[in-house]
Each structure stands twice: as C-alpha cells, then as structure tokens.
C-alpha cells in the first residue's frame, strides 16, 4: 500500500486524493480485523470489500501493471490467514482471472489485446503462485516435524515396572509411527532377563549383528532376513553408561533414505530407551547386592548358631560313647552311635547349605554350578567323575535350573552312597525343545534290592516327583554287572532363546 501510494503521489491530481484516502481508510479497518481473529465474520466482510475495492482501484491506476498491483497481492497473502489451502488457491485463482477479463471490458477492449497490453501481469501471477507453493509446502513439511516433535515430548515414559518386551514393543511402534510406517527391531544382545522376553526374530538379527566384526557405531548396512533375503538397515548401537554395547536398533531402509531430522528422532527415542535400560541394570544391582547381603547374613548367623551348636552335640556324644564302651550298654551303645550319626549328617548338610547361600549356586551359569557341585561331592572318594554338558542357553525358569540342579545332586550322591562305583558320568543338554540329563555308573546296580527302591532309600520317589511336576519323565535302568543309568527329560519353552 505504502509503495503505490509513494508511487502514485508523483502523478496525483485533483479529485484523487479521496480515492487515496479511502485506500488508507479500508487497509486500516482490514487490518484491525486481520489482528482480532475473534472477528471472523467482519473480517470476511472486509476482505471481500476490499477485494471489489482492489479491482476498482487498479482500474483507476494505471491497470494491471500499476503501482497497486503489489497492494492487491499483500492483501491477498493476508488472506491465507483466514482459509485453508484448496480455498486460499480458489479464490486468488478467481481474483487473478476476474481481473483482467472486467477490466478489459471497462476497457472496451479483448482480454488478448489487454493481457499483451499488461504482459507483466502474467509474470506477477507466476511469481505469486510459486512464493505461495513454496510456503505451502514448507509449512507442510514444519508442521509434520513440529507433530513429530510433539509426540515426542508427550509420549509416556518408560517406566521401571513394565518389561524389556513391552518396552522393546513400545519403541518399535512407536519408530513405525514417525518413520512413515518403516518397520524397526530393537535387539538385545548377552546374557540377562531379557533375553528370556525377546522374539526369536529379534534373537535372530541380535545373534547375526554379533557375527559381524568391526561394526561402527551407526550406519548402513545389509543382513540376510530369516527367509534368506538380504535387507538393508539402518543401524544404532547401544550402549551403556559404562560403554558397553548390549544391542542394536535396525531400521528398514535403504542407504541415504533417512534424512538428518529422521536420524534425530530416532536417537530422541534411543534415548529415552537407554535412560530405562540403565535404571533398569542399576536396580537390578542393587537387588543384586541386597539379595548378597541377605545370604551372607542368614549364612553368618547359621554358622554362628546352629552349626556351633550342632558340633557341640557331636564331641558331646562322642565322649559319652568312649564312656559307655567301657560299660558294655551294648542298647544305649547303638542308640548313641546312631544319634552321634544323625548329628553329623546334619552338621555336613547344613555346612554345606551355608557354602550355597555364600554363592555356590548363584546361576550365573547352571553349568558351572553343576560342576562344581558334582567335583565336591566326588573329591576324596576315589570315584572318577566324567561331566559333560551340550548346548547352551542365556537363561532358565528358575524352577527348572532349580530341579536339575538338585535332581543330578541326589543321584549323585546315591552314587557314592549306595552304588560302590568307581566312575560317574553325568550329561546335561540343552536343546530348543527340552532338557536331558544322564547319570551313569558302573557300581553294583540297585535292583538287587527292590524293597529299598519302592521304599525311597535311594530318593527315586523324590526324583521322580520333582521331574514330573515340570511335565517331564525320568527311566532308570539297572545291572548289577553294568551299573545303573538314570534319564530325564524336562521340556522347556520354545520361545526362549538357544544356542
């Protein structure tokens, strides 16, 4: 308006300075309506009227390449504030083909004669709708990453009660939500409870981004998917606070398909996921050490309790026995030998119940456990002890490890009790489907004495029970020339990971 005005007050003459005046007056009244949105209906009002008054004042100047040309297109961006897209570019279409058609007309002339006339006109409209396209589609383009940003910062977090799957399961979705649909995994990697909640696809990536060396920390890259097809991703290792790496996320996509603000987001999600991770793991530390805390103390307060009092009872009946012998009570004799028995059998059980609270069987590892167990119970007996173990998995139900573990620790003592070996071998493997445990030796075999095996001397019934609670079964086979051979087989849940 200023522009045409400083333009035009060159040629003004008599008369014009009312058509000034009124140009000023309804720019004035428009934009105090353009700034009260309240005043929607009043501003529409005003835009029309100063649409009619536009074509009425280009007439009056000059026509279309006029000074207040520039006037008619500010006032008709103004306008984008008041409608939508499909409407904004209706209206300006109508305006800017209303124009030269009236005014050729008041003219007394052709549209043609008057658009060659006005040639610049048509450059105008081209340099208005290419501005308007360009704002458009920027504006487009800020409010989806403005919504992206949005969601982001409203999204809930991750709180430390929900599981590594729900959370796994949350960042998945939520990547797939603003990355246009692109299909993500999160996979974790070493040995943890997570491992146990992870889907065999993610185990699949997890174990494939593994066999790769020298991998940076983000990038592209190409793994062959479980149907064998190779697929490109792109991927982000994560990493502790400590520095380290305990997975990967992988997002479909090929190389350069991500830009600079999809990468952003996808490290804002990263983000939130690791700062859960890492409260998780300290907890978990924490736990770890309560829980160590608590063993050492119930472990400290047995040996200074029962175990004292226990080995106090024992050289108590070993003294009252040296003085009976020379009595000959051959019935208090027997009664004092077995309870002097008794005594130390427990005094062993419960020694060895404060060497498992102090870490023993801390399944770190079942199999180490298992060794270690078997290696104490064969020391110093002079039977030769052959372990072997297959397969390997990151982690069991505790109720399994805890079945086996004690299931191979009664047969093997009835080894040493009963049997009169000389060698006890025992196999543990793991596969996807099921547990097999094995243990073989070349003693004297049990069958020989039925009664003593109906009866639970050996702790068959035991066994027996502790395997079938877990839906598993158990054999025993018995020689007297070839030893005795017990099996059994837990099943497990296929959903967990294997090696």
């Not at 003459?13 to 000034?20: F, I």
């Not at 209906?41 to 009425?56: E, G, K, V």
């Not at 805390?293 to 026995?321: C, P, T, V, W």
Request: glycine residues 6%; hydrophobic residues 45%.
């Amino acid at each position: 308006m200023i522009i045409g005005l400083l333009i035009y007050s060159e040629e003004l003459v008599s008369g014009d300075a009312g058509l000034v005046l009124a140009a000023v007056s309804l720019q004035t009244l428009y934009s105090l309506f353009f700034l009260n949105k309240s005043l929607k209906r009043l501003a529409w009002l005003a835009i029309s009227m100063d649409l009619l008054f536009q074509i009425y004042l280009l007439w009056s100047t000059g026509g279309l390449t006029g000074p207040f040309l520039f006037y008619s297109l500010s006032s008709l961006a103004m306008l984008k504030a008041y409608t939508k897209w499909k409407t904004y570019y209706a209206v300006t279409f109508l305006f800017f083909l209303f124009n030269p058609i009236l005014l050729s007309l008041l003219e007394e002339i052709t549209i043609n004669a008057y658009l060659k006339m006005h040639g610049a006109y048509i450059l105008y409209v081209i340099l208005f709708y290419g501005m308007a396209a360009t704002v458009h589609y920027c504006s487009i383009r800020l409010y989806v990453h403005i919504r992206t940003l949005v969601k982001l910062y409203s999204s809930s977090r991750l709180h430390n009660g929900i599981s590594y799957q729900a959370a796994i399961e949350y960042v998945e979705e939520f990547l797939k939500e603003i990355l246009e649909k692109r299909k993500a995994w999160l996979c974790l990697s070493g040995a943890g409870s997570h491992q146990l909640e992870q889907t065999w696809t993610h185990t699949y990536y997890s174990n494939g981004m593994e066999q790769i060396a020298g991998l940076s920390p983000k990038g592209y890259i190409q793994l062959p998917s479980p149907t064998g097809e190779m697929t490109s991703f792109y991927m982000r290792a994560m990493q502790g606070r400590s520095g380290n790496r305990y997975g990967w996320l992988l997002v479909q996509a090929n190389s350069g398909e991500l830009s600079m603000l999809q990468k952003a987001y996808i490290q804002l999600v990263l983000m939130k996921f690791e700062a859960y991770y890492d409260i998780n793991i300290k907890i978990k530390e924490i736990k770890d050490i309560a829980i160590a805390m608590e063993r050492d103390s119930i472990a400290q307060n047995i040996h200074d309790g029962i175990a004292q009092e226990l080995f106090f009872y024992s050289i108590q009946l070993f003294q009252l026995k040296n003085v009976l012998q020379g009595e000959s009570k051959d019935e208090a004799l027997s009664l004092l030998t077995e309870m002097e028995k008794k005594v130390k059998e427990s005094h062993r059980d419960i020694r060895k119940f404060i060497t498992e609270l102090k870490g023993e069987k801390r399944r770190f590892n079942l199999h180490d456990a298992i060794e270690r167990m078997l290696h104490r119970i064969t020391d110093h007996t002079g039977v030769r002890l052959d372990y072997e173990n297959v397969g390997w998995i990151a982690q069991e139900r505790i109720e399994i490890e805890e079945t086996i573990y004690h299931f191979i620790e009664e047969a093997a003592n009835n080894v040493i009790k009963h049997a009169k070996a000389t060698m006890i071998h025992v196999k543990v493997e793991v596969t996807s489907v099921q547990w097999n445990i094995m243990i073989k030796d070349d003693g004297e075999g049990i069958m020989n004495d039925s009664e003593s095996v109906q009866g639970g001397k050996f702790g068959i019934n035991g066994m027996t029970n502790r395997i079938k609670a877990l839906n598993g079964s158990i054999s025993i086979r018995s020689d007297e020339t070839m030893g005795t051979t017990i099996m059994a087989a837990i099943p497990r849940e296929r959903s967990l990971a294997y090696v």
